[in-house]
């Protein structure tokens, strides 16, 4: 069965600081995995995705993560944080012929200014 | 990405009535998906509905207790009946869209039981 472990509840970063959100997932082949952010009060929005190939995949609002297969991680970063960072991220995985989605627990950014 | 709608955003019900949450996409899809986020915890996937075909039912939900209808390939209801507090939650939808088995998610309905 697949899973996801996000290790950080909460994070607390400065504004300008960088951010890195950690991800592991147990699956027993390579599976289609994605960061989603989920703002106060709103549903979720797609940041990245990553399937295959290159295994550092560029998202939306500055955000970027990596793929390591040797360390079964998908962590997400961003080099700056704005205040409007501020949110709930929920790293997802899937297998490649399923739409099942598995959600880790999620990682909450609060960012100070 | 698709748009997509679901109505009402949030509700306050009593024990023991029933809710149906409506989800509106505007595109075509066909698979759609419901997921429970409960207070302070990630998402659970209830259902996937696709059209013209039954409700698959997660472990541990049922459609008694959670009656999916999909009439067409935009639109989508999820009632939760014979509510308790325990329903207490935001019920999302999502969709299929784009490669790699992508979902797309509505800004979801939260619900509080009394």
């Known amino acids: 069965a697949q899973s996801v472990t996000q290790p950080d509840i909460h994070i607390t970063v400065s504004e300008g600081a960088s951010l890195e959100l950690r991800c592991n997932y147990s699956?027993?082949?390579?599976?289609?995995l994605f960061w989603y952010v989920q703002s106060p009060g709103q549903g979720l929005q797609l940041l990245l995705k990553y399937f295959s190939g290159d295994t550092l995949v560029q998202g939306i609002k500055g955000f970027e993560a990596e793929f390591k297969r040797s360390q079964s991680s998908f962590n997400l970063r961003k080099p700056s944080v704005h205040w409007s960072d501020a949110a709930e991220y929920f790293c997802a995985v899937g297998p490649s012929n399923d739409y099942k989605l598995s959600f880790g627990a999620g990682t909450t950014v609060t960012v100070r200014a | 990405s698709a748009v997509i709608s679901q109505k009402p955003s949030r509700d306050i019900c009593q024990r023991g009535t029933s809710l149906t949450i409506q989800c509106q996409v505007d595109?075509?899809?066909?698979?759609m998906f419901w997921y429970r986020q409960q207070p302070g915890q990630s998402l659970t996937l209830i259902a996937t509905?696709?059209?013209?075909?039954?409700?698959?039912?997660e472990s541990g939900f049922v459609i008694d207790k959670f009656p999916i209808s999909r009439p067409n390939l935009t639109f989508s209801t999820l009632t939760v009946s014979n509510m308790s507090p325990e329903d207490s939650s935001i019920y999302l939808c999502?969709?299929?869209?784009?490669?790699?088995?992508?979902?797309?998610f509505g800004p979801g309905t939260r619900l509080l039981v009394l």
């Open positions: 699956y027993g082949a390579t599976p289609y």
């Open positions: 595109s075509q899809v066909t698979m």
């Open positions: 509905a696709n059209q013209g075909s039954e409700a698959t039912y």
């Open positions: 999502s969709v299929e869209g784009g490669s790699g088995e992508t979902q797309y």
